[in-house]
């Protein structure tokens, strides 16, 4: 239970993804003004992932390292993947062009995490340097 406290957004957007890509939904009508509209989708949602992760590190002060990156985007893309492996049992496609979206959307949400991370680190650290 600690471990969701420490890793609130973190835990509400993995909750997010996975009720958004594991209940089956009635057939959608093609949406053609945006292309590949549903990938675009699985790319901002796994992005938004792993900015959340970087947010919570914020919040909870924890230095991050090439480790923790490494192992935060490790746990993107395999999410992204079991998710498309079970997507067939409940009534949904499992899309190999689904996958690389979440991936991309992991590898790209970790480098604008990181950059929000440091940010929002320096305007921290010269809030207090202005004491």
Excluded at 10 to 35: D, Q, R
Excluded at 69 to 96: D, H, K, N, T, W
Aim: proline content about 5%; glycine content about 6%; hydrophobic content about 55%.
């Amino acid at each position: 239970m600690k471990c969701v406290k420490c890793y609130l957004l973190t835990t509400i957007a993995t909750l997010c993804i996975l009720v958004l890509s594991l209940v089956p939904i009635p057939e959608m009508p093609e949406m053609e003004t945006v292309p590949l509209v549903d990938k675009w989708v699985h790319f901002l949602m796994y992005g938004g992932l792993l900015v959340a992760v970087w947010l919570d590190w914020f919040w909870k002060k924890c230095k991050p390292t090439v480790w923790k990156s490494v192992v935060a985007i490790v746990f993107g893309i395999v999410l992204g993947g079991v998710i498309e492996l079970i997507q067939p049992y409940v009534m949904r496609s499992c899309e190999v062009l689904d996958f690389v979206a979440d991936a991309i959307g992991t590898v790209l949400g970790c480098l604008v995490g990181w950059l929000i991370f440091a940010i929002l680190s320096r305007r921290a650290n010269s809030g207090k340097d202005s004491r």
